[in-house]
């Protein structure tokens, strides 16, 4: 598991893609590897394993925040819960954004009790909004592309991505809320990309990145991203 960051607080580490954070019911019927089958190798001497202390969805890769013990893990939830850490994701989307740069503000409601991790645009929904902007555009197989810098303000489930496909502009990969296949689609093109996080009292937001995952390199190079 790739280390971004570590101190006596936390680590952050590069979530691969595809990789769950826990053995859900999916993974319970298929041997398949989850985030806490990694933590114990992430100690570095101490006698507890972390812990994650936020989210990201199986197919997100990027950086993920672990509490490295009780108290550390106490103060990133807090931290998480009050919105003062900044997180920026990329993504790519089919579509050309109108704009260079706004804010979605969409309230979102789970689409049915049965799919609750499945979202959509509700009024009366929880209050949802994303501040994005676009970093460059191409064109490819897929028709045209943007690629976005993606800032949640609030954290709601699939918030990213619901917002990007009501906005007219899907996530490239997607198999939810796009039309990409469930078998061998281009992948999520949805990366955690950096997060700053104002753990210290007296001193700067410790601010991490992580970078582009393999597949999302080609999109991004149409894009017009420099690996250099």
């Known amino acids: 598991m790739p280390l971004l960051y570590r101190d006596a607080m936390m680590l952050v580490i590069d979530k691969p893609a595809g990789l769950p954070s826990h053995?859900?019911?999916?993974?319970?019927?298929?041997?398949?590897?989850?985030?806490?089958?990694?933590?114990?190798?992430?100690?570095?001497?101490?006698?507890?394993?972390?812990?994650?202390?936020?989210?990201?969805?199986?197919?997100?890769?990027?950086?993920?925040?672990l509490g490295r013990?009780?108290?550390?893990?106490?103060?990133?939830?807090?931290?998480?819960?009050?919105?003062?850490?900044?997180?920026?994701?990329?993504?790519?989307?089919?579509?050309?954004p109108?704009?260079?740069?706004?804010?979605?503000?969409?309230?979102?409601?789970?689409?049915?009790?049965?799919?609750?991790?499945?979202?959509?645009?509700?009024?009366?929904?929880l209050p949802s909004q994303t501040r994005y902007r676009v970093l460059g555009r191409g064109e490819s197989e897929h028709g045209p592309l943007a690629w976005l810098a993606l800032e949640p303000l609030t954290g709601r489930t699939h918030q990213l991505r619901v917002h990007c496909q009501a906005s007219g502009w899907p996530m490239l990969g997607d198999e939810i809320y796009g039309d990409a296949p469930r078998e061998g689609g281009p992948g999520l093109q949805l990366h955690a990309r950096s997060i700053a996080i104002p753990l210290y009292k007296k001193r700067d937001p410790i601010t991490v990145e992580a970078p582009p995952p393999p597949h999302m390199l080609a999109a991004l190079t149409t894009c017009g991203w420099n690996r250099v």
Not at 25 to 54: C, M, N, S, W
């Open 69 to 96: 013990h009780p108290r550390a893990m106490a103060e990133l939830n807090q931290m998480f819960r009050d919105g003062r850490i900044d997180k920026t994701y990329w993504a790519i989307v089919q579509g050309h």
């Open 98 to 125: 109108a704009q260079d740069e706004g804010l979605i503000d969409l309230p979102l409601a789970k689409r049915s009790p049965e799919r609750g991790w499945w979202m959509k645009v509700d009024p009366a929904g």
């Open 23 to 65: 053995r859900g019911p999916q993974a319970k019927r298929r041997v398949i590897p989850v985030l806490t089958d990694y933590l114990d190798a992430l100690r570095f001497g101490l006698p507890r394993k972390p812990e994650a202390a936020h989210r990201l969805d199986k197919d997100t890769s990027g950086c993920l925040v």
